[in-house]
Structures are given as C-alpha cells and as structure tokens.
C-alpha cells in the first residue's frame, strides 16, 4: 500500500483519469475515431500507458506496455460485434486511491483504475454499459425468436404438396422473403450505435 502511495505522490502511477471533452482532441485516440461515419467520442480515460476511448460505435484501446514507452497497440471493440457483459464497478475505501470500473467486451475482460476523485463520472459510464449489456442480450434473446419464427414458417410452407412444377417457384419465393427476413431482424435487433444511451447517462 505504501508503495502504491508513494508512486501516486511521485506522479508516476498509472491509475487514469477521465478526460473532459473540450480536450477529446489532445489525446492520441482519436485520431482512430471514425469521424467520417458519424462516430463520436462520449467517455475516455487516460492514464500514464493507456487510453480507454468509448464512442457510440465502439471501445478504442490504446494499450500501452509501460509508462516509460511511448509504444502503443491499438484494438477496436465494436458493441455490435463484442458483447458487453459483466460490468462492476469496486469504489474506492479509505485509504484508497482509486476506483475500479470492470467489464468484458466478448472474451477480452477489462479492469479499469481511476482516480477516485472522478467516481461520479465513472457512475456515469457504468450505467451506461449496464444498459448497453441489457439492451444487446435483450436483443439477442429477440433474434434468437426471429430465427426460430422463420424455422416454424418455413417448415409449413414447404410441407404444403404441389406440383413440380411449381417447386422451384416456391422455393424462390421462400428464399428471398427468408432472407429479407433476416436482413430487417438483424437491423432491429443487432444495435451498433449507442450514441442515445451515452447522451441519456454520461452527465459532461
């Protein structure tokens, strides 16, 4: 504990800071925004190595393999694609100095420390994730009845008896009506941009 102290006293720790958006432009993030196709910038925290960049689209990680190294992998989470699940969030106690905000996007699990002088802002960002976690499961729990409903439907057209003749045409017909379908489910219930739920929480 006592090292963890003298590192934060010394200015050399990494625990991060959240970033205010007047000063979204100075960090290295989002020069990876995709700017271009209405992607916005609405959390971002900062720490000495690393940057934690959420947009409507998706997470930016700048993950940096040390403080003293200006190297930098960038990975892109895209909601759509890598589910959020599992999000906690650990305040600090007495002594602490920071907080903890955690969360899985897909398989990747994330764990997040913060200066706890910016606990309300990471209240902010943790229902903002809490939200997005429902809204996809809830979704994906709908797409799953689409599919099923599509089965059911199929199945008792194709076992309807008619000529030869006119099996090829049904079958057309069955195709393209299960594939438009499918497209209209997959654009209701696969959201990949969350900018209303962020502009709904994250208070900046």
């Known amino acids: 504990m006592f090292g963890k102290i003298a590192a934060d006293v010394l200015g050399i720790s990494d625990v991060g800071a959240v970033i205010r958006p007047e000063n979204y432009d100075k960090v290295d993030a989002d020069d990876y925004v995709l700017h271009e196709d209405q992607e916005k910038i609405f959390f971002l925290i900062k720490s000495k190595s690393d940057e934690y960049c959420f947009t409507n689209q998706a997470l930016i990680h700048l993950d940096g393999n040390s403080a003293m190294s200006k190297k930098r992998v960038l990975r892109r989470y895209p909601y759509g694609t890598y589910k959020v699940t599992n999000v906690s969030l650990e305040t600090a106690g007495t002594v602490d100095l920071d907080v ?67 099996l090829a045409v049904q079958f057309g017909a069955i195709n393209k009506s299960a594939f438009e379908w499918l497209t209209a489910s997959r654009k209701q219930f696969k959201v990949r941009d969350f900018g209303a739920i962020f502009e709904r929480y994250i208070n900046q």
Request: glycine letters at 2%; charged letters at 30%.
């Open 100 to 166: 903890e905000i955690k969360f899985s996007l897909g398989s990747e699990t994330f764990t997040i420390d913060v200066h706890k002088k910016h606990i309300e802002e990471l209240k902010d960002l943790y229902k903002a994730l809490i939200k997005i976690a429902e809204i996809t499961h809830e979704n994906d729990i709908a797409l799953d009845y689409a599919h099923r409903s599509l089965e059911v439907a199929t199945t008792a057209v194709s076992n309807v008896h008619k000529t030869e003749a006119d």
